[in-house]
């Protein structure tokens, strides 16, 4: 999964966030930086470039995932890690990142209160989590390709957890459950490119917890063919470009 997840989503789908995001990061001027949920690495490395001075601690659950992001970046210290229970010494970061990690935790405001915990003093937490399933050209075209190929059977992944936390108020509520003060709030809308709607129906169908779903059916290879027929038909044929749309979030400890 990891490879195809990089291969195929993460140029489209986190690099054009991960350059934001890093860019936010940078203006901010960190010394130790604490990356939760990193995955493969692409804001660790962007984050890097931007500030290439800082101190980066990356993590992820998967150790699939460490694995994959320490070769691909080694300038950081890749660890292990569950944001719910973070083997970090209290105040030891200025800045706690998180790209489209948080709708992932089972806890969110236990997850918040460890960042809370390893934020110092005047420390900032940025993240981000993807809007609704609707507003993201390749997400929905491949939800709905889904679901037309596996009528009653299609997994609601897309829609119950990426595009599952996308009401600010429900993660302000979150974040000052925690104890921390929610400072800004913006939506984004940035443009994917993809070398072709296939690319992406693949990297859906063999990177993410939606292969699992389709890989036990007798007809799987049919469903895979049907939906990336699908998706081809709603996006066009060759490169494609599809607005995404994200809230990126900044908190810190009150004042």
Known sequence: MPEAYERHLVPVLFQP????LAARAAALRPRTVLELAAGTGVLTSALLTAVPTASVVATDLNETMVAAGSAREPRADWRQADAQRLPF????FDLVLCQFGVMFFPDRPAAYAEVSRVLAPQGRFLFNSW???????????????LEESMPGGAPAFLK?????????????????AAGLTLATVQELTLDGVAESAASVATGFLT????????????????VRAAVTQKMTDRLGTGPVTAPMTATVYTAHHPA
């Open 17 to 20: 966030f991960a350059e934001d």
């Open 207 to 222: 990177g993410t917890p939606v292969s699992a779903a389709v890989h036990d059916r007798e007809d799987a290879r049919a």
């Open 89 to 92: 010494e209290d105040g030891g």
């Open 131 to 145: 809007g609704p399933l609707a507003s993201h050209g390749f997400d929905a075209a491949f939800q709905a390709a």
């Open 160 to 176: 119950d957890v990426p595009h599952g936390y996308t009401d600010p108020a429900q993660v302000a509520a979150d974040v000052e």
